[in-house]
């Protein structure tokens, strides 16, 4: 019997401690890697995972010239509201109010992009000419903001 209770006692002599376990308890905020690009613009190797985010196919441009890894039309703005954002681009502002709204039922593919954006670099395409201002900005910037704590409406 002396035996059995000492292999016992080694068995628990001191409970094991693994990094992943401390990791789920406390965890940390991931930075995302996420860049923007026209997808005109050569594709390079530092892009990483390379997503158009438009609701139209660019025009003039092969599915291997683009060299696209996912196509999330979903998350581009309704056709209506890009139809009338591209009548006056003096409407940013108010764009920038509505295109938030509609995200607001695409969290599900925000939260995808933005675990994949943790892991690795994603590269946002777009088509618009002006760099400026256009939806891949304001994904990127929803992207790279703090999750809000509590609850999700």
């Given amino acids: 019997m002396a035996t059995r ?3 016992a006692s080694r068995a628990y002599s001191s409970p094991p401690c693994f ?3 401390l990791e789920e308890a406390a965890p940390r905020t991931k930075r ?4 923007v690009k026209r997808v005109y613009d050569p594709p390079a190797a530092s892009d990483g995972y390379r997503v158009l985010v438009d609701r139209l196919w660019p025009r003039g441009l092969t ?5 696209v890894d996912e196509w999330l039309w979903d998350i581009a703005p309704s056709t209506a509201l890009r139809k009338w954002f591209h009548q006056d681009r003096s409407r940013w502002t108010e764009f920038r109010q509505r295109y938030l709204a509609e995200l607001k039922t ?7 992009l933005r675990q994949r954006a943790a892991r690795q670099r994603v590269t ?4 618009s ?4 201002r256009n939806h891949a900005i304001l994904l990127k910037e929803i992207l790279e903001a703090k999750r ?3 609850r999700r409406s």
């Fill in 63 to 67: 599915k291997q010239a683009a060299a």
């Fill in 124 to 127: 946002l395409l777009y088509g």
């Fill in 19 to 21: 990094l992943p376990e």
């Fill in 5 to 7: 209770r000492k292999k």
């Fill in 106 to 112: 695409r969290s599900a593919d925000l939260d995808a």
């Fill in 32 to 35: 995302v890697d996420v860049r």
């Fill in 148 to 150: 809000p704590q509590g």
């Fill in 129 to 132: 000419r002006d760099a400026e």
